[in-house]
């Protein structure tokens, strides 16, 4: 099968380890079943890969990818959820302390075939296109969870999007605009902001700008550079629910606000299965749907691995095979 593989760790150029190549079909195993791979997607997590963070050297060549749509051995429409797990753990798979996302461990999803565990499926729902469905595993999945699963906001509530750009950001613009929240939302680009104004926000500001009224919740999947800006735009009691760290993960805690305020900082990893369904019925009957930046064959996955890197997207990059 033909595949993108992380071929060599290269922390300062990622995408110099790329290679696409023929890699043998997946072998088959107990409990575990193969998809043919339609539509998949690209996550920050491929690029970090390539830099040796979660991947090491000694698991190359791994095909990359954790987001996949396609057909089952039967020829049924599915989602692949990425995370291999036991979802017996009190909490779920994520919570799992031996859980892996797909191509950490077992090959991953840039691919024509994958191989996952068979509860990994979640069915597709016609409404969905392969494309949207591929956009789904990850950034979408980990929106929906930090949404309605860690914050809970009450309905009407403000929040704060940091980063419009990237695509759990996006994600949670969509979503929470359409749960009846005032969502503001932050990037360092102009158009980036007016993309956001389209997707349902509030208001969009440049990054770091003073909001005009304070947040219940903070979403933050940037970490230091905009951490500051996070836990001063909430109210007292307020929370800020972070699961990344793309622009370095050592800010300063600002304890004395923390503990004045009676702040709350939530980490969020992902989402199970049975919240991917959820996401996968609430996206079929509301019409939303994920912003997609572009479409390329995998053949030309370099491009897209190049445009992520550099941040010239709004939005998810898909891949058909």
Known sequence: MFAITAARIAPDDPVSGLEAAERPDPAPRDGWTVVDVKAASLNHHDLWSLRGVGLSADRLPMVLGCDAAGLDEDGNEVIVHAVVGDPSVPGGETFD???????????GTLAEKVAVPRRNLVPKPPELSFEEAACLPT?????YSMLFSKAAPAPGSTLLVQGAGGGVAGALIALAARAGHRVYATSRSEAKRDRALALGAYAAVPTGERLPEKADVVFDSVGQATWGHSVRALKPGGTIVTCGATSGDAP???LTRMFFLQLQVVGSTMGSREELSHLTEMLARTGVRPTIDRVLPLTQAKEGFAAMAAGDQFGKIVFTV
């Open 252 to 254: 300063s805690a600002e």
């Open 139 to 143: 950034a979408w999945l980990t929106a």
């Open 97 to 107: 302390p031996r859980r892996s996302l797909l191509s950490e461990v077992h090959d």
